[in-house]
T-cell receptor, first 108, second 116 residues
Framework: QKEVEQNSGPLSVPEGAIASLNCTYSDRGSQSFFWYRQYSGKSPELIMFIYSNGDKEDGRFTAQLNKASQYVSLLIRDSQPSDSATYLCAGGWGKLQFGAGTQVVVTP | EAGVAQSPRYKIIEKRQSVAFWCNPISGHATLYWYQQILGQGPKLLIQFQNNGVVDDSQLPKDRFSAERLKGVDSTLKIQPAKLEDSAVYLC??????????????FGPGTRLLVL
């Protein structure tokens, strides 16, 4: 069974701090990785994707991929209350496997 | 650009009844996906279409679930008969439909199904 694993949280982060989310995957054939944000009662919305080893930055978000260690991470800088949501990690090649998500709570 | 459209948004049925969901993908997107998301879990792929052909339906419970995309645009997902464990959000997503790898998928608002 090809799996994507995430800590369920909740991850409590003070406003303005950095939130660090981690994800591991079992399928070494996975080439593409995505981070989605899902507010309660809403559908997932794409934050960013990463294909290559290393870091990729987009605004306050940085994704990191280490294929040798089979992990993907997401950093959220200057966390805002509006960042409070569940963050889904997904990866695969031809078919996406989703993790169960990490709940992030940003406290004022 | 209009996003992925789904209807209905909510549905409550009794077990053993049938239900159908509709999805209209982003214009020009060749690939369409149906996911099931149970509360507290990540989305699970039920079926993937490339135009009007099925790419992957390995996790579709074929004894009760069916899906079609006859003209390569809209799609319907049907459950007949429904079971209590089918209570979930059914998400439709679409992507451009490239030749390889995994593409960015864009999700619709979902249909929340409650089976009583």
């Amino acid at each position: 069974q090809k799996e994507v694993e995430q800590n369920s949280g909740p991850l409590s982060v003070p406003e303005g701090a950095i939130a660090s989310l981690n994800c591991t995957y079992s399928d070494r054939g996975s080439q593409s990785f995505f981070w989605y944000r899902q507010y309660s009662g809403k559908s997932p919305e794409l934050i960013m994707f990463i294909y290559s080893n290393g870091d990729k930055e987009d605004g306050r978000f940085t994704a990191q991929l280490n294929k040798a260690s089979q992990y993907v991470s997401l950093l959220i800088r200057d966390s805002q209350p509006s960042d409070s949501a569940t963050y889904l990690c997904a990866g695969g090649w031809g078919k996406l496997q989703f993790g169960a998500g990490t709940q992030v709570v940003v406290t004022p | 650009e209009a996003g992925v459209a789904q209807s209905p948004r909510y549905k409550i049925i009794e077990k053993r009844q049938s239900v159908a969901f509709w999805c209209n993908p982003i214009s020009g997107h060749a690939t369409l996906y149906w996911y099931q998301q149970i509360l507290g879990q990540g989305p699970k792929l039920l079926i993937q279409f490339q135009n009007n052909g099925v790419v992957d339906d390995s996790q579709l419970p074929k004894d009760r679930f069916s899906a079609e995309r006859l003209k390569g645009v809209d799609s319907t997902l049907k459950i007949q008969p429904a079971k209590l464990e089918d209570s979930a959000v059914y998400l439709c997503a679409s992507s451009l439909g490239g030749l390889a790898g995994v593409e960015t998928q864009y999700f619709g608002p979902g249909t929340r199904l409650l089976v009583l």
